[in-house]
């Protein structure tokens, strides 16, 4: 068996110019809440939230935000059983409100009625777009950053401060909304690319301001919540664990707009980079329960999860897995043409045959499913396959293979 690792040269590693410094920090599933704000998106039943929540501790994931206890007694009654149902796992819930009086009352209400203090996540806009929008003075915004934080920390909360557009807010406005916030008792702040307008530099610029200049030493943790309008929201959040305590993001990358950073994508890299070694196995199922009970797509092309992530027809990267699964060696066919084993998530490389095809896929095919690769039949199927506009199916090489 090789040693597959060793038989590549790794330039995301070399150093020469650059080198990322992710690190394994805590991730917040964000799925139940702002992936359930989708235009698209389905709310599915609670047993399958509980359920999601089951396969978020399975992958290690450290919490999740259970919904808005201020938007409704449905929502807040939903917010009490998941709370309950987190009782027996490791993983810790949280509720989003608003800084406003009647948020924070729910909240405290979830959390008498769940029997457990909920962390509250409470959130204001920051960014001048958003504070013009709004006609809202800044006395105005530290008054209810103060009133809400507080009463919350009052009633044995603990409490995450977020600004929402913090990624187009100003500093100044920045430090005295933070500043408010931590003198009321808030033990988090968290910063949002909530229109996803961040690049990778923009997020490390925030994060090493909020570092320098808001939390300056004091024993306060920094989130990162990150969407994906730019296509970017993968790898901000990934640079954001070079600074940031705890990331966010949320299953497939569902949420409003075209979503959230795609925690599956987060977790798969992260242990690509050998910074957790846990079993990612559950992100099969994870995905598939989003999938068909949030009413979210899976593109054939999603990377790790989707159909042909792991499948190829084309004739010269099916002969190099081929040859590499000949050798027995698992390990080699998994990385020969993929950046990621397919074992990272318990799945198989997928020979097809299909018009880019060559003799070796077919022949790997007859003798998977149980057929001599005698010429004849190779022929027969080449042939077909050539003449397809598509890959055959199961059913169609059977029929080819048997001559029928």
């Known amino acids: 068996m090789s040693d597959a690792d060793s038989l590549i040269y790794d330039w995301n590693r070399d150093g020469r110019a650059a080198r990322a410094a992710y690190r394994a920090v805590d991730l917040d599933d964000e799925t139940l809440r702002d992936g359930l704000q989708g235009p698209s998106v389905r709310n599915p039943p609670l047993a399958v939230k509980v359920r999601l929540l089951e ?35 490791h993983l810790t819930p949280n509720q989003a409100v608003r800084t406003h009086p009647a948020d924070v009352a729910s909240a405290i209400e ?10 509250t996540c409470a959130f204001i806009g920051s960014s001048p777009i958003r504070r013009m ?16 934080v507080g009463l919350a920390v009052r009633s044995g909360l ?11 807010a100003d500093p100044e406005t920045l430090v005295r909304l933070y500043d408010a916030a931590i003198a009321a008792g808030a033990a988090r702040i968290c910063a949002s690319d909530t229109a996803g307008h961040a690049t990778p530099e923009g997020v490390r610029n925030l994060l090493t301001f909020l570092r320098n200049d808001v939390v300056r030493g004091r024993a306060v943790k920094v989130d990162y919540h990150g969407h994906n309008d730019r296509g970017l929201g993968t790898i901000n959040a990934l640079t954001a664990t070079e600074l940031a305590d705890r990331v966010h993001g949320t299953a497939l990358g569902i949420g409003e707009r075209v979503g959230n950073a795609s925690i599956d994508q987060i977790l798969v890299n992260l242990r690509l980079w050998g910074l957790i070694e846990r079993d990612l196995e559950p992100l099969v199922e994870y995905a598939a329960l989003v999938a068909l009970h949030c009413g979210a797509t899976i593109p054939p092309n999603y990377p790790v999860l989707g159909a042909d992530a792991f499948r190829t027809g084309t004739g010269v990267h099916a002969a190099a897995v081929i040859k590499a699964l000949r ?10 043409y993929s950046a990621v ?10 020979i097809e045959v ?31 396959a050539k003449a397809s506009p598509r890959l055959l199916s199961d059913d169609e090489l059977e029929r080819l293979a048997s001559g029928s």
């Open 55 to 89: 396969l978020m501790d399975a992958l290690g994931i450290a919490s999740a935000d259970v919904g808005l206890p201020g938007a409704s007694a449905q929502a807040r009654a939903e917010v009490v059983a998941l709370a309950k149902a987190t009782a027996r796992l």
């Open 110 to 119: 979830a959390s008498v009625e769940a029997g457990m203090p909920i962390e």
């Open 133 to 148: 929008t709004e006609s809202w003075s800044l006395d105005r915004m530290l008054e209810r950053v103060e009133e809400s």
């Open 158 to 168: 603990p409490v995450m401060f977020v600004t929402e557009d913090t990624t187009r």
């Open 327 to 336: 050798k027995g060696d698992r390990a080699l066919a998994d990385l020969v």
């Open 341 to 350: 084993p397919a074992s990272v998530v318990g799945r198989e490389q997928r």
């Open 354 to 384: 299909g018009p880019m095809s060559g003799e070796s896929n077919v022949i790997w095919w007859l003798e998977r499913h149980g057929h001599a690769p005698e010429r004849a039949a190779i022929e027969r199927i080449f042939a077909a």
